[in-house]
Every structure is written in C-alpha cells, then in structure tokens.
C-alpha cells in the first residue's frame, strides 16, 4: 500500500461514518453535524490526490475550498429551515417534517 | 512536513484521532457533546491537510470550519430544545438496516482500494503547490468559480435571513 492509500481508507471511513449519522439518527441538527463530516471525508481524499497524482497536482485544494465555501452556505440555509421547522412544530425530529405527505 | 513524505506514526494518531471523534459525533446522546466531538474531528481533518502539505486548506479549515460553522451549528443547539430520554428514541427505525450497510460499503470500498492499480504512477513525495502556486491557480485559471462562488454565498446568506425571520415580521 502507498501513501495515498491510507489517505483515501480513512476518507472512506469518515464518510460512511457521516453517512450512518445521516441514516440513523433522528435530530435534525445531527444530521447536517454528519453532513458536515461526510463532505470533510470528501475534501480529504481530494486533497489526497492532488498530493500524489501528477495529473491533478494543486487542483485538489483548490476544490476543496469551493466545497468549504459550498458547505458553510449549505449549513446556513439547512440551518434556517431546521430553525423554521422548530418554530412552527417545536421539534427536531426528522419525522416532524411531514408536511408535504399526501 | 518538509518533503511531504509519509509520516506514518503521525498519520496514525491523527486517523484514530478523526475516526474515534466521527463515531463521537453519530453515537453521543447528548447533542452538545456531538458538537464538541465534531469540533475536534475538524481539527484533526485540518491536522491531516498539513500532513498533505496543503496549509492552506489546512487554515481555511480552521477558520470555517472549526470557526465559524461550529458556531452556527452551536447557535442552532442553543436555540432549541435539548431532547431527553432513552437511548434508542436517539435512532430511527431504519438505523437496523442502516449500520450493516454502511459497514458494508466501508468494507467493499477498503478492499477495493488496497487491491487497485493506478493506471499513472504515484508520487511518493508532494505534489501539492506552496501557496504562490496555488492563488496563481485560484485567481487565474479558477477566477470565474472563484466569483460564482461569491455569488452563490451572498444567495445563501439572503436566503438564511428570509427562512429565519418569523412570520409576523413579514407584513
């Protein structure tokens, strides 16, 4: 195994972790908290790559601050709505969010 | 990291360091220690990217993520109520059939990684360009993205103030 191998398992590791916390979990904010831990799994191996392919050198980071900048607004806005939803159901349980059924 | 080789004794802890924090996070039950444990995984992703040679991902890191995005997610705590009670009301239903499979793919995507081949050979020491190289890229050949990027956080930040706001405020 080389460098980069190790690099990209602990990506694959954190973003099936995030992505249990999506799956499982029933807060609200917890799930944009494991959202925010599958894209820093993605920024990872990006990073990762450009550091040791020659092909893409210097274009990983540069990626992966367009996917920062792309998740603080996303956490914002996912944020408001969570707020929103609190407001009018005072909960924070992803089955609250049932308006839209039938 | 001078040379940008593999340090594998540091990359060792900073990796259990990042993964024992990430299960902290989906399994804690009370959601303000989820938060501090998200915290500190963001540290040592930031950890990781100096490890990569890439700081200024690394700082960047540091300033958003660990900045200000904690912040807002520790906002979003304060706001409401913390939920009380016994562990499972913590997972959904479908968190039976959830862990297998994520367990599943975890275990299917390592395998494949460790037995691939890289169709182009692989560096062993960093390719990753020091920070004149790499605003070069970012203002020259990545300056429209860079714009839009703008464009798409000044969206966001209007669309945040307009979802928040309550209703009555509104007429």
């Given at each position: 195994m080389s460098a980069i191998d190790w690099y990209l398992v602990l990506a694959t590791l954190l973003f099936c972790i995030g992505a249990f916390g999506v799956l499982a979990r029933r807060n609200l904010i917890l799930i944009v908290m494991s959202l925010e831990l599958m894209l820093n799994a993605v920024n990872i191996a990006l990073v990762a790559f450009s550091n040791f392919?020659?092909?893409?050198?210097?274009k990983g980071p540069i990626f992966a601050l367009f996917v920062i900048t792309i998740a603080a607004a996303e956490v914002t806005i996912g944020l408001a709505i969570v707020i929103a939803n609190y407001r009018n159901r005072r909960s924070l349980q992803a089955d609250s969010f049932d308006e839209l059924k039938g | 990291m001078p040379g940008g080789d593999f340090h594998p004794i540091a990359f060792s802890i900073i990796a259990a360091w990042i993964l024992v924090c990430g299960i902290g996070v989906v399994t804690f039950k009370n959601i303000v220690h989820s938060a501090v444990s998200m915290v500190f995984c963001f540290l040592g992703v930031a950890a990781i990217y100096l490890l990569l040679n890439a700081s200024l991902v690394a700082i960047i890191q540091l300033l958003v993520?660990?900045?200000a995005i904690s912040v807002v997610i520790l906002f979003a705590i304060m706001l409401t109520e913390a939920q009380e009670g016994?562990?499972?009301?913590?997972?959904?239903?479908?968190s039976i059939f959830a862990f297998p499979l994520t367990v599943a793919v975890a275990v299917v995507v390592t395998a494949i990684l460790v037995s691939s081949r890289y169709p182009q050979p692989i560096s062993l020491k960093s390719l990753t360009p020091n920070l004149k190289g790499l605003a070069t890229l970012l203002f020259n050949v990545y300056v429209f993205p860079f714009e839009l990027v703008s464009l798409v956080l000044l969206a966001a930040m209007i669309g945040a103030i307009v979802l928040a706001r309550r209703e009555d405020e509104l007429q």
């Open positions: 392919v020659p092909g893409v050198a210097g | 993520y660990v900045g016994e562990y499972r009301l913590f997972f959904n239903r479908q």
